[in-house]
């Protein structure tokens, strides 16, 4: 019987749920300090900030090469025992980090090791979390667990590059060594966990259990294309991020080109989280009041008509209080999908489906970043901004015309069976039994500012 369940214990009362908020929210703390740390290592080595980007990116390219087969793998596996083991890997090879700076052997091919295997570890990681939260809180509580979480880590973000700086003035080593001790206690708190990460299901066998994992990610793309809304918007998502993946080069060159210090650069994207903040804290009564169709509308025309502001914002200041109204629509958006998506999808393909969109969305925010200073360069900061103002507002027009859209459901309601949560899964239908029904939630994880 699963700790959360529907009729369980409030979330503040369901110590699984407790466990997992601390350690992920600690792991989070400590990847925020990291972040900071990685690139001003790297530029002391070389001097290279070509090679502090390539760091960077090789931790984050990991996803896109292997998401899909990380949905596969969590679905076939115990995701709790995954989970801790990845935990226990990016734990030492941080400390790997730690050691060679230790003893002055520090060198650019183990940083460009350590980025590669964490950025694998963390891909892994991360769908096996997003798959499991749903046995561990219910359907009921799935929409204010994603509330919380999502409060949680952007209250870290606003307060993470402060903490980061002090720890960092310490020496070069804290950073890494206070990192590595975030992956020891969420490995802990994840140990301690009572909560059944997946639902039981037979153990694969013969040729089942030999059956290539490519048979398993199609089986995990057929299942998002076999439902309307979840398809729809999840291209929507996906455009929206190419737009996202320019967004951040282009602010830093408006500010930049209002005469805005660092200081007041890292203030504007402070702006951004505590919008967001203020969403995560909006959301639940937000996704009880409103459907999900209503609310992806609405997400869409909030940003194609506050996106243009950036164009005209006369100071540092208003760029920041343009961003932070901006970010305050999408983690409600983030919430309500993931809710819904995860409310109707079955439990042995949760990994996969989770994967499969994860990627897509996140391929997107690649290409957006890298095409992004192409016709930055191009049109300028302000005609650029125009552009993208013009892309959002016809991603609005689209979404506001799209019957499956308007038609998605509270995502308190997505688990009942409807016209879209019976359409074909080659595994167990969505809304085709009482389990799949009840087990429900991306978005453990940030995916969005």
């Known amino acids: 019987m699963r700790a959360g369940r529907l009729g369980g214990p409030g979330?503040?009362?369901?110590?699984?749920?407790?466990?997992?908020?601390?350690?992920?929210?600690?792991?989070?703390?400590?990847?925020?300090?990291?972040?900071?740390?990685?690139?001003?290592?790297?530029?002391?080595?070389?001097?290279?900030?070509?090679?502090?980007?390539?760091v960077i990116g090789l931790n984050g390219v990991s996803f896109l090469v292997f998401g899909l087969l990380a949905g596969a793998v969590v679905d076939r596996w115990d995701r709790k025992a995954i989970m801790i083991w990845c935990e226990l890997g990016r734990g030492l090879l941080t400390m790997s980090v730690v050691v060679g700076l230790w003893l002055g052997v520090l060198t650019m091919p183990q940083l460009?090791?350590?980025?590669?295997?964490?950025?694998?570890?963390?891909?892994?990681?991360?769908?096996?979390?997003?798959?499991?939260?749903?046995?561990?809180?219910?359907?009921?509580?799935?929409?204010?667990?994603?509330?919380?979480?999502?409060?949680?880590?952007?209250?870290?973000?606003?307060?993470?590059?402060?903490?980061?700086?002090?720890i960092y003035s310490l020496g070069q080593i804290a950073p890494f060594a206070a990192n590595a001790f975030s992956f020891g206690v969420s490995a802990v708190t994840l140990r301690f966990m009572r909560a059944q990460f997946q639902q039981e299901r037979p153990r694969p066998t013969g040729p089942a259990r030999r059956g290539a994992l490519a048979a398993d990610i199609r089986e995990g793309l057929r299942w998002v294309w076999s439902q309307p809304a979840v398809r729809f918007l999840t291209c929507i998502q996906s455009a929206d991020s190419v737009r996202y993946g320019a967004g951040y080069l282009v602010i830093v060159t408006l500010a930049r080109g209002l005469g805005a210090s660092a200081m007041q650069i890292g203030l504007i994207?402070?702006?951004?989280?505590?919008?967001?903040?203020?969403?995560?804290?909006?959301s639940g009564r937000a996704i009880n009041r409103f459907a999900l169709g209503k609310?992806?509308?609405?997400?869409?025309?909030?940003?194609?008509?506050?996106?243009?502001?950036?164009?005209?914002?006369?100071?540092?200041?208003?760029?920041?209080?343009?961003?932070?109204?901006?970010?305050?629509?999408?983690?409600?958006?983030?919430?309500?999908?993931?809710?819904?998506?995860?409310?109707?999808?079955?439990d042995n393909v949760q990994g996969r489906v989770t994967s499969a969109v994860s990627t897509l969305t996140t391929g997107a925010m690649s290409l957006g970043a890298i095409i992004g200073g192409t016709v930055l360069a191009t049109l300028g900061p302000r005609h650029t901004v125009l552009l993208w103002g013009g892309w959002l507002t016809g991603l609005a027009l689209i979404t506001t015309a799209s019957r499956a859209?308007?038609?998605?459901?509270?995502?308190?309601?997505?688990?009942?069976?409807?016209a879209d949560s019976t359409a074909g899964s080659t595994a167990d239908p969505p809304g085709g039994s009482a389990d799949a029904a009840a087990s429900m939630p991306v978005l453990v994880s940030p995916t969005r500012s």
């Not at 009362?13 to 900071?36: A, E, I, K, M, P």
């Not at 702006?271 to 203020?278: C, I, R």
């Not at 996106?307 to 409600?332: K, N, Q, R, T, W």
């Open 405 to 418: 859209v308007r038609q998605a459901p509270r995502a308190a309601r997505a688990g009942q069976p409807t």
């Open 112 to 166: 460009y090791l350590m980025a590669v295997l964490t950025g694998i570890l963390t891909t892994v990681f991360q769908v096996a979390d997003t798959a499991s939260l749903p046995n561990v809180v219910g359907p009921e509580q799935l929409p204010t667990a994603l509330g919380y979480m999502q409060s949680g880590f952007n209250t870290i973000r606003i307060a993470g590059a402060a903490l980061a700086g002090a």
């Open 269 to 282: 994207f402070g702006g951004a989280a505590v919008g967001a903040l203020a969403g995560s804290l909006a």
């Open 11 to 54: 979330l503040w009362r369901n110590r699984d749920f407790l466990l997992l908020l601390s350690g992920q929210g600690v792991s989070y703390l400590g990847n925020q300090v990291q972040n900071l740390a990685l690139p001003l290592i790297v530029l002391a080595i070389t001097g290279s900030v070509a090679q502090a980007g390539l």
């Open 295 to 346: 609310i992806a509308i609405t997400m869409l025309w909030v940003e194609a008509l506050m996106f243009p502001l950036y164009a005209i914002a006369p100071s540092p200041l208003l760029l920041g209080c343009v961003a932070a109204a901006e970010s305050v629509v999408a983690p409600v958006y983030a919430v309500a999908m993931t809710s819904y998506r995860l409310s109707i999808t079955p």
